[in-house]
């Protein structure tokens, strides 16, 4: 039988920690760190604090500070071999991208949004994502899905409509999908509510409230 190499446990704790080190920034307020988020790639996380009801639980986990991302995802280009990064793919673009979306999204506004950066080197960049992704669970990675999706092009229209553009319907090209299933809002939510509780729990977003 093949032996197989395992990241070592103290490499995936220092990421966490660094992770809950780096600081919190407004969504809204992005491009005053444009100059210096262009120059790298990495892992970002987004965190929210609206009203919206299906996200109620997340929000409260979040209240006090950053705890409980509700996407994860990563910045990185084809071909380069180090953090600096000079071309269009960077942590600033991505975010852009993001903002944009939770801009047309309907029932979401960007003001109720938070990020963190946590720049990195290329090769460790999809290791890191993976990595936050399971500790964090975030649920626009687990239950909602579509969210980091691009146009898929002309011609190419008869694609699934994703749950979070069918959730928060506004993205121009999202809505020329024809082909989606239609949602089932009580399931949704009550997976969402579980997979935030136990999360939040876990994570100790909510060791100072009576709520749960």
């Not at 970002?44 to 979040?62: D, E, K, M, V």
């Not at 749950?163 to 939510?189: I, Q, Y």
């Amino acid at each position: 039988m093949l032996e197989i190499f395992r990241i070592p446990p103290n490499l995936t704790n220092e990421l966490i920690n660094f992770s809950n080190q780096q600081n919190c920034y407004l969504l809204n307020q992005l491009d005053n760190l444009k100059l210096e988020l262009q120059n790298y790639i990495g892992i970002y996380a987004l965190y929210y604090r609206g009203t919206h009801y299906l996200y109620q639980c997340i929000s409260r986990a979040n209240q006090n500070y950053c705890c409980l991302p509700i996407y994860i995802g990563k910045a990185v280009p084809s071909g380069r071999r180090t953090g600096l990064n000079t071309s269009n793919q960077n942590l600033y673009s991505r975010l852009k991208e993001h903002r944009n979306s939770i801009k047309q999204g309907n029932g979401i506004e960007i003001d109720e949004f938070m990020f963190k950066v946590i720049a990195m080197e290329i090769d460790l960049v999809s290791w890191g994502e993976s990595l936050m992704i399971r500790h964090f669970q975030p649920v626009w990675n687990q239950i909602i899905d579509g969210f980091g999706n691009h146009d898929p092009g002309s011609g190419r229209y008869q694609q699934r409509r994703s749950v979070w553009d069918l959730l928060h319907p506004g993205r121009k090209w999202a809505d020329r999908l024809t082909n989606f299933t239609p949602l089932n809002p009580t399931a949704l939510a009550s997976q969402i509510n579980v997979l935030c509780q136990a999360s939040g729990q876990r994570l100790g977003c909510f060791k100072n409230e009576n709520e749960l």
